[in-house]
């Protein structure tokens, strides 16, 4: 396939690039192209080459070898050929994706792009992603059954938590035809994945049937659907800074007020809890799931323990807040330390380090031989915290200590030999401690 042509730049293209570059990219930024050697990211590359000269940019390319189709390294060398007529320095990263992936090889493959994107050191990230995927985006948010944040669909301008770069779209506002047409105009060359055809992924059959059909009838289709995901992106702008507003009053580190949360509407009072869960960096339920955790925590009894699961996540209303946590780890049996100077412990999902001390700690000889072994509670542990005291109720401990309800069923506890010896963040039981002066072990839960 033949890709060392010099090609003169399409000048509507070439502005449109030019335009976003001038809003949003600074001299001398750092710019890495997504470059997949297909049709869009062909013509931009071409693009931006072009606009070097004038854009006191740095350019280079980055092409994800995922090796699922049988193309997949012809395609490698048309990147590699590609990038050389332009000098652009092309990087290749090669990801391992397993075909029985629980999530789907599509949800694979982008997770690992996701993944390579995130780590890239780059100033921007520039996708090509064009106005009719702006189109696709959108229908297939709407038959999701997406709020405006996902029928706002693709920014022009984003970043990603986590990600190095800002990622930067600047055909947007440029039709598939018109890159087609540019492209030919131009003679240049591009690869075609084949498993664009298959219409089994949903994608591809808007793509290949919904889109032309609703252009049939309604011409213009794809310039209409991308104008209102611009509006949905507006609406949902509005919607973030009422959040904001409301969770000033309601919003206190990893605490929503639930009483804050009643004084509100309905409509926003889910905005803010959708909010709440987006700051913890959490992906969005499910519109059923959201409203049953609002009405929990609204209308479920004062003295009610409220608890609902929110994918990986539950949210749990607690002395008159509400707080998002992971879920418990999966019941596990008790592990035995045979030593170890770090030790995981699944029942509480945690690491436990145990260090040496003098004076502090549990006293390393009445460890020495017995079986210590670390689990979490089953109900009914007592513990000694003083010297002659009582041995008293984990329980009411745990309440003296304001540990909250889903701390204490994944607390790491130690036992020696099957007596409860420490509770994290609680103390150990006196008669274990280590003397003053004596060698001790310190347990406490690894960050």
């Not at 931009?44 to 092409?63: C, G, I, T, V």
């Not at 131009?186 to 084949?194: H, I, N, S, T």
């Not at 969005?284 to 955790?293: G, K, N």
Request: proline content about 6%.
């Amino acid at each position: 396939m033949e890709a060392t042509r010099k090609h003169l730049p399409n000048k509507p293209i070439a502005a449109t690039v030019a335009d976003v570059l001038t809003r949003h990219v600074p001299p001398h930024a750092r710019l890495t192209l997504a470059f997949s050697g297909g049709l869009d990211s062909v013509v931009l590359l071409h693009a931006l080459a072009a606009l070097r000269d004038q854009y006191p940019f740095k350019l280079r390319a980055l092409h994800v070898h995922h090796g699922l189709s049988p193309n997949a390294d012809a395609w490698a060398d048309f990147c590699r050929q590609s990038c050389a007529a332009n000098a652009v320095e092309l990087i290749l990263d090669r990801v391992q994706i397993a075909r029985d992936d629980p999530a789907g090889i599509e949800a694979a493959a982008r997770r690992e792009r996701q993944r390579v994107f995130a780590a890239l050191d780059a100033d921007f990230l520039l996708t090509a992603h064009q106005q009719d995927d702006q189109a696709e985006t959108l229908l297939l948010q709407l038959l999701r059954g997406a709020g405006p944040k996902g029928l706002a669909a693709m920014a022009e301008m984003q970043s990603r938590t986590g990600w190095k770069a800002l990622l930067l779209r600047p055909l947007l506002n440029v039709a598939r035809a018109d890159l087609l047409q540019a492209a030919r105009e131009q003679g240049l060359a591009w690869v075609e994945d084949e498993s664009n055809q298959d219409i089994r992924y949903r994608r591809n059959a808007l793509r290949q049937q919904v889109l032309p059909l609703l252009t049939r009838h309604f011409p213009g289709a794809g310039r209409t659907l991308a104008r209102a995901a611009a509006l949905q992106a507006d609406a949902a702008e509005l919607l973030d800074d009422l959040a904001q507003w409301d969770a000033r009053e309601a919003v206190a580190g990893d605490r929503l007020d639930c009483g804050a949360l009643a004084r509100l509407s309905i409509p926003r009072a889910r905005n803010l809890l959708r909010h709440f869960i987006a700051q913890q960096g959490q992906a969005m339920p499910s519109l059923r799931r959201l409203d049953e955790a609002l009405h929990q925590l609204l209308d479920a009894q004062a003295d009610a323990r409220v608890r609902v699961k929110l994918g990986p996540m539950e949210i749990w209303r607690y002395r008159g807040g509400a707080f998002l946590v992971p879920m418990a780890p999966p019941k596990a049996a008790p592990v035995r330390w045979q030593g170890e100077a770090t030790i995981w412990v699944p029942a509480a999902g945690v690491h436990v380090r145990i260090e040496p001390a003098v004076g502090a700690g549990l006293s390393r000889a009445a460890l020495a031989g017995a079986t210590v072994t670390l689990g979490v509670r089953k109900g009914g542990e007592r513990l000694r915290l003083h010297a002659g005291g009582p041995r008293r109720s984990l329980k009411n401990l745990l309440q003296e200590h304001d540990v909250p309800p889903w701390r204490r069923e994944r607390l790491p506890l130690m036992w020696c030999d099957g007596r409860l010896a420490w509770a994290a963040g609680i103390g150990f039981d006196a008669e274990l401690a280590a003397a003053p002066g004596e060698t001790g072990l310190l347990p406490s839960v690894a960050p």
